[in-house]
């Protein structure tokens, strides 16, 4: 193969290649293995272009030095229905290139519709891993994100994480406007970021995780959050729900500056902020949250610096407990418990 060339059968790699800014096509239903040998851009063009209309898969190697590694294009026969696109990629490095991967396919007015998957790959030094507009969907399994700029940053789209390594990004989550991100079984240590909160009907779940080491996990919200049984370690701001909604259920906060906070969902469309089961341990403040709309229930929160539970106006479901707090009373706007009987 040759750079610019339209790959329509199984083909592969035979050596290093450098190409200029010119990558190239797969069309139909085929097969790409680089064969561990390396892709370079030279710093412009798309690397790889994987085209809607057929299922393909790229294999075994590593992209390097795009202004976007992996590009979807549309074929100008998609007709009115749209095309669909099922593009897998499996043991691939991406590093340094502007965007790793582009989801854009012109969903939203085109009708097109595609799945990117991906597993066992690793994304280094890249600008932004996943963007796009009007985009398909990106499913990742088993992969690790490493000092990346951003890792997800889209519109109308939305990216699934399992079972990876994010670390040292300087942010995870930056836009997700109309969009979302779900990020479950995964470690995620030293991301000066994880969420930068305020995204635009867009949505945020993160689900059975270690998380530690970062200045912000959840910055101040203004949409819906999901924060279900992760450990939160050794972080500034854990999670400020701001006037955003969702719950925060049986999570361990531990040696936060500031564990949990919240002013109450606002909208009129009875949204709510549940925050329930969690234990809050060693952090400055625990739960900081007020207004209506916020319902509490058997959270634990002891030997933190601040307040225990601070939450005036909230609705309280009971079974609260809170003891060895810097900051008295222990509870206030939920009856709590002290210290349990050994």
Known sequence: MTCGDVVTTDAYLDADTACAGVGLTL????????????????????????????????????????STAVDAVVPPDAGDGGAVGDFSFAG?????????????????????????????????????????????????ES?????????????????????SVLEGNDVVADDLTEGGLTITDSVLVDNRVVDVGGHFMGGLELSRNEIRGSETVVGRSSSYVSVVENTIVGNGVAIDLGD??????GNVFEENR??????????????????????FVRNGDAVVTTGAGT????????????WG???PGVTDLGGNRAWANGSYPQCVGVVCAGKPRS
Do not use: C, K, M
């Not at 040998?37 to 412009?44: A, C, K, P, R, V």
């Not at 790889?48 to 790229?58: A, D, E, F």
């Not at 955003?244 to 259920?249: E, I, K, L, N, S």
């Not at 319902?295 to 601040?306: C, S």
């Open 27 to 66: 069309v139909g239903d085929v097969t790409l293995d680089l064969r561990g040998h390396t892709l370079d851009g030279e710093g412009s063009g798309a690397g790889i272009s994987v085209t809607l209309g057929g299922t393909q898969s790229v294999l075994n190697g590593r992209l390097v030095g795009w």
């Open 143 to 163: 992969s690790t994100f490493v000092r990346n700029a951003t890792v997800v940053s889209l519109d109308s789209t939305g990216v699934s994480i399992a079972n």
């Open 92 to 140: 691939l490095e991406l590093v340094g290139n502007d965007t790793a991967s582009d989801l854009s396919i012109d969903s939203l007015l085109g009708g097109n519709r595609a799945t990117f998957w991906w597993s066992g790959s690793r994304f280094e030094d890249n600008g932004l891993v996943f963007g796009g507009l009007w985009g398909g969907g990106a499913v990742v």
């Open 295 to 306: 319902e509490l229930r058997d959270n634990v929160a002891h030997h933190n610096t601040g």
């Open 244 to 249: 955003g909604w969702g719950q925060v259920v």
């Open 258 to 279: 500031v564990a949990f906070t919240s002013e109450g969902p606002v909208g009129g469309w009875d949204f709510y902020v549940l925050v329930d089961g969690n234990t």
């Open 309 to 311: 539970i601070h939450a």
